[in-house]
């Protein structure tokens, strides 16, 4: 199966910077890379899917950019509700894996 | 708006039988893939299996042997069933949509329930 590395394991930002995020795949998925944020107690939610296409209701402050092996996740100026744990999942092949987390906390 | 409503047994002893069950509101449960996915304390995600409302099942290799995914198209629910459990079962689970088998994103998650194995 193919491991996704997640870089780095926690990110301590404040409010209004720009946070990014990376995903790193063992072999390539091409673009077959999704990103979730989670939050304590809530359901998961879809951010990015393709690489890069936002989810629906997904603010434009989230972009998602790489193909191949190298992924990352950008959040331009974070808001309070950002700060939360973002996992990616490749889908490219079977079984479908998710990387171990980046936790964003505030700093 | 849809909704993925999930539940069962949070405290099992080793070599129990986990069960849970997730229900489906708000939106069509036909044509989607139906995934268990879980995360252990201080680990990452690892997808469990999925279910097809027709019934097809995929399973994690890595789970097959104790794992069985079922479905109730009347209620809009898709259940799992994990046996022989051992400490290391200890996660959260989520139940979780997709639009293609295998292969594909997970857009509608539940909210997750911590199951505990523990004598």
């Known amino acids: 199966e193919i491991v996704l590395t997640q870089s780095p394991g926690t990110l301590s930002l404040s409010p209004g910077e720009r946070a990014t995020l990376s995903c790193r795949a063992g072999q390539s998925v091409s673009s077959y890379l999704a990103w979730y944020q989670l939050k304590p107690g809530q359901a998961p939610r879809l951010l990015i899917y393709g690489a890069s296409s936002r989810a629906t209701g997904i603010p434009d402050r989230f972009s998602g950019s790489g193909s191949g092996t190298d992924f990352t996740l950008t959040i331009s100026r974070l808001e309070p509700e950002d700060f939360a744990v973002y996992f990616c999942q490749q889908y490219g092949t079977s079984p479908r894996t998710f990387g171990q987390g980046t936790k964003l906390e505030i700093k | 708006q849809v909704q993925l409503q999930q539940w069962g047994a949070g405290l099992l002893e080793p070599s129990e039988t986990l069960s849970l069950t997730c229900a489906v509101y708000g939106g069509s449960f036909s044509g989607y893939y139906w995934s268990w996915i879980r995360q252990p304390p201080g680990k990452g995600l690892e997808w469990i299996g999925e279910?097809?409302?027709?019934?097809?099942?995929k399973t994690n290799p890595s789970l097959k042997s104790r794992v069985t995914i079922s479905v109730d198209t009347s209620e809009n629910q898709f259940s799992l069933k994990m046996y022989s459990v051992t400490a290391a079962d200890t996660a959260v689970y989520y139940c979780?949509?997709?639009?293609?088998?295998?292969?594909?994103?997970?857009?509608?998650w539940g909210q997750g329930a911590l199951v505990t194995v523990s004598s």
């Open positions: 979780a949509r997709s639009r293609r088998a295998t292969i594909s994103y997970f857009d509608y």
């Open positions: 279910i097809h409302h027709s019934g097809s099942t």
